[in-house]
């Protein structure tokens, strides 16, 4: 597979691949917060406010643009971003393009004493087209995971659990073992503790299972995924593991070296922003 990783700014990034007349499946990003820190890794700081959704309109047009006509978009972000986002995104993709806003929850963290503790992430899904794929059921979760409601629960004759309710003067059965797609609020992904064997050193990482369960509904085998925030490597690596091809983007010297360890064994073309080429190889650290 074309795996190939940007070491560039993504505006840039977003260009040449216009140029080339490329396209992607699927594209996730986790772009800064606006948080005003200085992560080591990256500075999520910005002259003004103006600035940073100057460059994420930039970004976010260029995504568009290189994006399939049955492709999708999932843009992680939080309270501070989220409000003038959504109306960008109504801009570049339609309204018709909203799918989802999916609350990512989680109990990471300490607890707020002048409002309520902010426990949550947003994720924004778009689709370019009504003909977008998505497959909710490739996330499927165990029935006995999912709201039981007020369904009463009983065992049958082969000792399988289930839920029952009576409707229409017909009695119908959920088995606990059978899959239901997944609701747009995630409470059964946790954050990343600090000692997580999963964990690369890079800040602000997300795990592996969340970026999985987007690379499983909104793509297939064979697909190419892009995120052009590409940070600690999870959705390269998500797509990677799934059999997908990728394409990363990052100005960080620190994600361009993470990406590296953790993908040694992808085949991956580097391009640098000189527009020097390192051909594909496997992936030093």
Known sequence: MNNEFYFCDARRGL???????????????????LTGRDFGAYADRYASLEDYYDMMRAVLQGIYAVLDPKGSLFVHIDERTHARLRLMLDEIFTPAGFRNE????????????????RKHDTILFYAKSPHAYFDAMQAAVPRAQARANHMKRAVDEEGRAYRAIRSGGK??????????????VWEDIAHLQQRD?????????????LLERIVRCASRPGDTVMDTFAGSGTTLEAAFRLGRAFIGMDSSPEALKTVRARLKDAEMTVRMEDG??????????
């Not at 992607?24 to 986790?30: A, M």
């Not at 963290?109 to 409002?115: D, E, S, Y």
Request: charge should be neutral; aromatic fraction near 12%.
């Open 15 to 33: 260009a040449s691949l216009a140029a080339q007349g490329r396209c992607v499946q699927l594209c996730y990003i986790d772009p800064p917060f």
């Open 102 to 117: 999916i609350i990512w929850a989680y109990q990471t963290g300490g607890r707020a004493t002048r409002h309520f503790s």
């Open 171 to 184: 009695i119908y059965r959920y088995y606990d073992d059978e899959g239901v797609p997944p609701s747009d």
């Open 197 to 209: 064997p999963e964990r690369t050193g890079y800040p602000t990482q997300k795990p592996l299972r």
């Open 276 to 285: 020097g080429i390192e051909p594909a190889s496997r992936a030093q650290e």
